[in-house]
């Protein structure tokens, strides 16, 4: 099921008694859920499994009060056949929301229950700007500082703000003259302390972007530190590759939407987008097959382990493409 028909399920409030929401963009499945509960006008309920309120759902009293049950990764339901079985007519005027960051498709549960669940793929980074900007006045290069530190997750982006807005309360940040830069003071104070939390970013990264970006002093540079903890050559060769390949897919698509012609996710997109256009094809298509050939090398032992990246590092940097 799409995401647009559970919209049409809420605009006709006519609801299936079973909906599995898949993906790990929380927060927009929870304003779906929310709505849901506020249209169907019953309470919203997060139980463990659907277990703990069989009794509940199945008691025949007079009283019936019907609810919005939301379970995440239950796995009785999932493993459990008669449960499943069972799952339609024990509902009755009650709606179960399972959340699952991805099941198994191998299962029965996944071929029987393949259309209820709904994907939630993660906002495009257009759409997601625009949802941060309406939560707190950010400049665009701090906004996409932000997503790219939450990893285009709009669940993560919305708990960081939420620290942003308490320092400026507790500083007492205000707006002058209708021109508001205090978000953008609270953001950089904040990601200086270290309070907004950014994943460690190896030197592995830094290399490779320095050779995606042609910059060669810094790359030689950042080998350096590469060898200095160790790194492996295989593991650099590899990265490489993949954030080569990636550029070189972003670079030659003709399709409006990148991620649905190449399978790229937008973080990844986003990331080789800053590579594009520092070399041509051909250049990217070269430093996909010196990885390769280098590797072969390393497996076959016919190059020397310890000389090879110097080795792509002349022939990648040295070359004019």
């Not at 009293?61 to 339901?77: G, M, P, T």
């Not at 179960?96 to 209820?116: H, N, P, V």
């Not at 200086?192 to 320095?210: E, H, R, S, T, W």
């Not at 030659?252 to 520092?278: M, P």
């Amino acid at each position: 099921m799409e995401v647009a028909e559970l919209k049409g399920h809420i605009q006709s409030k006519k609801f299936n008694p079973f909906y599995i929401f898949e993906g790990s963009e929380w927060k927009v499945q929870r304003i779906y859920i929310e709505q849901i509960a506020k249209v169907a006008g019953k309470e919203l309920k997060y139980v463990d499994s659907i277990t703990d309120i069989y009794g509940k759902i199945t008691n025949t009293s007079f009283i019936k009060k019907s609810y919005v049950y939301v379970v995440r990764d239950d796995k009785e339901l999932v493993s459990s056949e008669k449960l499943q079985s069972q799952l339609s007519s024990i509902m009755g005027n009650n709606i179960l929301i399972m959340q699952s960051d991805g099941l198994d498709k191998r299962t029965k549960f996944y071929k029987a229950y393949k259309g209820a669940i709904i994907e939630f793929e993660p906002l495009k980074p257009q759409i997601l700007k625009k949802y941060i900007q309406k939560e707190i006045a950010l400049s665009d290069a701090n906004c996409d500082k932000l997503m790219e530190i939450c990893e285009y997750d709009y669940g993560r982006c919305l708990l960081e703000i939420d620290k942003i807005q308490q320092y400026r309360t507790a500083q007492g940040l205000y707006d002058i003259d209708n021109n508001d830069h205090t978000g953008d003071d609270a953001f950089k104070a904040l990601l200086n302390k270290g309070v907004i939390y950014q994943l460690p970013k190896d030197a592995i990264f830094d290399f490779v972007d320095a050779i995606l970006d042609k910059k060669t002093d810094l790359s030689f540079d950042l080998y350096q530190q590469c060898l200095a903890v160790g790194e492996s050559v295989m593991v650099m060769l590899t990265v490489l590759y993949n954030n080569a390949k990636a550029t070189l897919q972003v670079q030659s698509c003709k399709s409006g939407d990148i991620g649905k012609a190449t399978g790229l996710s937008y973080f990844q997109i986003t990331n080789a987008k800053k590579h594009c256009r520092k070399y041509n094809n051909r250049g990217l298509i070269n430093i996909m097959k010196q990885c390769q050939k280098c590797q072969q090398g390393i497996v076959t032992g016919t190059m020397d382990e310890e000389y090879v990246m110097e080795y792509i590092l002349s022939n990648v940097l040295g070359g004019d493409t």
